[in-house]
């Protein structure tokens, strides 16, 4: 046998990645799971609506029993879905949910994408989701997405009717049938097809379910056990799916693992119907290509010969495995042989950087390691010739780090704002700078290392993003994305500033800078007859990452009662307008973005009375900010606080939503927080869900909660009782304040209310009866209890005027 030398070369070079996160290497369990995956060539597709949907038990079987490329389409990223984990609302939790389902396919092995589709909140009606969300753009998502992924099989959630539950469910059902069709249709999209070939699954099915009340299942439906156990992983993929599922933690889906035998059922939607198996008819083998029964059998017998002590001596059998499948087509099997002779030689390379943040332009410090872990008598030499340093022949020993530290110089990149939120997006869907770019789950690394890895006389080519690595006293080492900035942001607290009357307010803008010595100007614009003092102020940033709080006083004036305040920043002859903003849990990659530097800023005809008010948080919400900036004093209680407090203190208490739903201490709260009300406080619960509840009476009399919602937001909101407290004091309230909504007016209203009760307003979306479970209010003692399921949450950070002069009359009380 002839010698042969192994040489790693690793280029560098400005280029387009995959996510950033650091590289796993794989187990020698892995290794086998992917040789035997290797053999496997065919995919499947999984759609629904929104990240939490997708059956994670079945994606895990389907990926790593089954063996098959599995991916999985949610169409939108749940923007409009509530948050158990803190206040982001909209896009930012879209930001959120996009990660948790990106941890999730970590865990069972599946591919994630998306389509540019907005979730703007629960929707009734397939009808009306696929007008909001436009319905042929989506479904040329959808068909983009299957022409490059090319399944055999497509896989729904959801039914196309109401037993969806939810009008994006029965919606994303709608679109995937359609796109089955069209995605085969050289007709439909044809300018797809400069980049990719029209694809004919072999059919599409649905995985019927039982749950939630409903049982769509039935005996005469194909059925697969995914309950099954796999010795390599340790695990079932009951237990696997549970772990894939608790990623969710934004919507509270920690789960617990189940065992043994899970059956999962599927009903013909279109295409060739299958009589016994999901997978009748399909040749998922190498033999249906031409010379792949020859492929077939290298793979299986490098599965019997692999050794899981000495991965190394696969090596030669997998690089004449490597040489064939490089002559097919199979792009994705071309992938999977380079990532097991890198881990079976024991390669491993990553690229950081010193800093996380960087302005285009700049020239950055970045750590290149290299290390072969292979055994000291390995007989091959490993080195590294590393071009943009120009250091060359680094001789690899055994087990031993290499590092070079080349200096890498920005140009052109972009920042890294998430890519469907660079331009606005309207009610129902994102817009895209690039439609390339369309269905990937987050944006390509600004920059990446190419190592091109010559063994034998084969070369792998793998990119390795550039990324920033830490060590935290808690967490260990972390990864992050490399973020690029502007060279200096601006950054508002809120989103939406409320003024009342003419009274003027002090606004604070945050300067960053991202490069050192940054000097220029800040000016605040203003709605027409506003003014701003100053109207300009001066500004120096001498050392990256140092910011300045400049104040400016807004005062309304003039006939404009709402607009947008924008702060533009001049630093020589370019004008930046872009802030900052980080989202940081520990289950998620830290996420950076740059939100226009502006805010809605709204003149208010309001009264307010009383001023001290207590909040007690839920699951997470800003409407304690938002009145603060009318003028109210909140102070934030815990649940201990509560109970060591004197409240009486406190001219009203409310709480945060769904603080019934999440905080068990509401059982030690509760009875003095309606002792408080008896005594004459005034005490207000914003929405809960009816399911967890953690304690059933959460008022002085009884009532319970549905699942009912008015999802319209601007639905015709009725004074059923107009001449109640609440609508009078201390401002009038009248249909005009129910203007503007958005989303929704609210969700999971109050029901079967005892007659102490008085329900305050009457609304419905259409065609829907008449719901008075939005509001209720009840005079207990000598104070006054108020449960309102009104989506407050939203309505005050957006600066909905109406939604503010309604709550100051519920959180007041005439003397």
């Not at 490069?515 to 001498?542: C, H, M, Y």
Request: positive net charge; aromatic residues 10%; proline residues 5%.
């Amino acid at each position: 046998m002839n010698s042969r030398r192994y040489y790693v070369f690793l280029l560098l070079l400005l280029s387009f990645s995959v996510k950033a996160q650091e590289f796993n290497q794989l187990n020698s369990s892995e290794i086998r799971l992917g040789l035997q995956k290797l053999n496997v060539v065919g995919s499947v597709l999984y759609i629904a609506a929104h990240p939490d949907d997708e059956n994670t038990r079945l994606l895990a079987y389907l990926a790593k029993e089954k063996k098959l490329r599995t991916g999985y389409l949610s169409i939108t990223r749940g923007d409009g879905g509530q948050n158990l984990i803190g206040t982001e609302q909209a896009e930012l939790l879209g930001l959120i949910r996009t990660q948790e389902l990106l941890a999730a396919r970590k865990v069972d092995g599946a591919e994630q994408f998306f389509t540019r589709a907005n979730d703007f909140g629960f929707s009734k009606s397939p009808e009306e989701s696929l007008k909001f969300w436009g319905k042929e753009q989506i479904l040329e998502d959808v068909v983009w997405v299957i022409r490059n992924f090319k399944p055999d099989v497509i896989i729904t959630r959801f039914p196309e009717d109401e037993r969806a539950g939810h009008g994006q469910h029965s919606a994303s059902a709608i679109l995937a049938r359609e796109a089955f069709i069209a995605a085969a249709d050289s007709k439909r999209f044809p300018d797809q097809l400069k980049q990719v070939k029209t694809w004919q699954a072999k059919r599409i099915v649905w995985n019927t379910f039982n749950f939630g009340g409903t049982n769509t299942t039935a005996s005469d439906q194909l059925t697969i056990n995914v309950g099954l156990y796999n010795p390599l992983l340790g695990k079932s993929y009951g237990e696997i799916a549970a772990e894939s599922r608790t990623n969710h933690k934004s919507q509270g889906f920690g789960s617990a693992s189940q065992r043994g035998d899970f059956m999962e059922f599927f009903r013909h939607v279109a295409g060739s119907k299958a009589k016994t198996d999901l997978f009748e008819g399909l040749d998922f083998s190498w033999g249906k290509l031409p010379d792949g029964k020859e492929i077939s059998t290298l793979i299986k017998a490098a599965e019997n010969i692999f050794d899981a002590t000495q991965p190394s001596k696969s090596v030669e059998s997998l690089l004449k495995i490597k040489r064939l499948i490089d002559q097919t087509e199979e792009q994705q099997k071309s992938e999977e042989i380079n990532k097991l002779i890198l881990a079976c030689a024991g390669i491993w390379f990553e690229m950081t950087s010193n800093e996380p943040y960087y302005a285009a332009g700049d020239s950055i410090a970045v750590k290149l390691q290299a290390i072969a872990r292979v055994p000291t008598d390995f007989k091959y030499d490993v080195s590294i010739n590393e071009t943009l340093s120009k250091q060359t022949g680094l001789k690899l020993s055994p087990n031993k780090i290499t590092t070079v530290n080349p200096l890498v110089k920005f140009e052109t990149l972009s920042n890294t704002q998430p890519y469907w939120l660079r331009l606005p997006q309207s009610i129902g869907s994102y817009s895209l700078t690039n439609t390339n770019e369309n269905g990937m789950p987050e944006n390509k690394d600004p920059f990446s290392a190419i190592f091109n890895v010559q063994i034998g006389d084969q070369k792998i080519t793998v990119k390795r993003p550039v990324v920033y690595k830490y060590t935290d006293q808690v967490r260990g080492e972390v990864y992050q994305h490399l973020v690029v900035a502007p060279p200096v942001t601006a950054s508002l607290t809120e989103k939406a500033y409320v003024f009342n009357h003419n009274t003027p307010q002090k606004i604070s803008v945050q300067l960053q800078s991202f490069r050192d010595n940054i000097a220029g100007r800040a000016e605040v614009q203003v709605p027409a007859g506003w003014s701003v003092t100053p109207k300009t102020v001066d500004f120096t940033l001498q050392k990256k990452g140092g910011f300045e709080v400049k104040e400016f006083t807004i005062t309304p004036g003039g006939n404009v009662s709402n607009g947008n305040m924008t702060v533009n920043i001049r630093v020589g002859n370019q004008t930046f307008n872009q802030g900052f903003k980080e989202i940081k849990y520990d289950h998620i990659p830290a996420q950076s973005l740059f939100p226009k530097a502006q805010a809605q800023v709204a003149r208010l005809d309001i009264k307010t009375t009383g001023k001290k008010v207590a909040y007690i948080a839920g699951a997470g919400d800003l409407v304690g900010e938002s009145l603060k900036l009318i003028g109210y004093d909140v102070t934030n209680l815990s649940a201990e606080q509560v109970l060591s407090t004197d409240l009486s203190a406190f001219d009203a208490i409310v709480t945060g939503v769904r603080l019934y739903n999440t905080n068990p201490d509401v059982k030690a709260m509760q009875p003095k927080l309606l002792d408080y009300v008896f005594k004459g406080g005034v005490l207000l619960l914003q929405y809960n869900v009816s399911n967890p509840l953690l304690i059933q009476n959460m008022g002085p009399y009884p009532f319970r909660l549905n699942r009912d919602r008015v999802t319209q937001e601007d639905a015709e909101v009725r004074l059923i009782n107009p001449e109640h407290p609440v609508l009078n004091f201390p401002n009038k309230i009248t249909a005009r304040d129910f203007e503007g909504w958005i989303q929704e007016r609210g969700l999971y209203f109050a029901t079967e209310a005892d007659a102490a009760y008085t329900p305050i307003l009457s609304t419905n979306d259409t065609g829907e009866k008449p719901n008075t479970g939005s509001l209720l209010v009840a005079n207990h003692g000598k104070g006054k209890f108020v449960y309102t399921s009104l989506s407050f949450f939203r309505q005050l950070p957006a600066g909905v005027p109406g939604a503010y002069r309604l709550f100051v009359n519920l959180i007041s009380k005439q003397k």
